[in-house]
């Protein structure tokens, strides 16, 4: 059994200062597919999405990028490079160290985890109208 998951980050909005085009902020979404591959046989599960939004640094430096030239790109690294630092989860020994970047991306991937182990009923009820 193979199992690959493919995550993509989308911007789904930016805020910006008016009077110069400075990009202050970003709403983000990731989304996660799975695929699980058994013999010549696959199953595909999701998307799951997990979203959120940062704020930016707003000290201009005089190198920034016209807003009309801004790409998806350019405000995703922004949004990336913004988690910054470790985090550790947890006490003891079941404490884990990562990044805030590997947490939001678990988000995704859990999900997909559940989803994955998620049984396929076979009975159910109700009624037909």
């Keep these: 059994?193979?199992?690959?998951?493919?995550?993509?980050?989308?911007?789904?909005?930016?805020?910006?200062?008016?009077?110069?085009?400075?990009?202050?902020?970003?709403?983000?979404?990731?989304?996660?597919?799975?695929?699980?591959?058994?013999?010549?046989?696959?199953?595909?599960y999701g998307p799951a999405e997990h979203n959120g939004s940062m704020k930016f640094n707003t000290s201009r430096t005089g190198s920034e990028i016209p807003y009309?030239?801004?790409?998806?790109?350019?405000?995703?690294?922004?949004?990336?490079?913004?988690?910054?630092?470790v985090t550790t989860v947890g006490v003891g020994t079941d404490a884990i160290t990562t990044t805030g970047l590997e947490i939001e991306e678990t988000e995704v991937t859990d999900h997909l985890k559940v989803l994955i182990r998620k049984e396929t009923p076979t009975s159910g009820s109700g009624t037909p109208w």
Excluded: H, P, Y
């Design 68 to 85: 009309g030239n801004v790409t998806q790109d350019n405000v995703i690294t922004w949004v990336k490079n913004g988690f910054v630092g």
């Design 1 to 44: 059994m193979a199992i690959t998951t493919s995550l993509t980050w989308e911007i789904t909005n930016v805020d910006r200062d008016l009077s110069d085009g400075f990009i202050t902020g970003a709403n983000w979404k990731i989304v996660g597919v799975c695929t699980v591959t058994t013999g010549s046989a696959s199953t595909t």
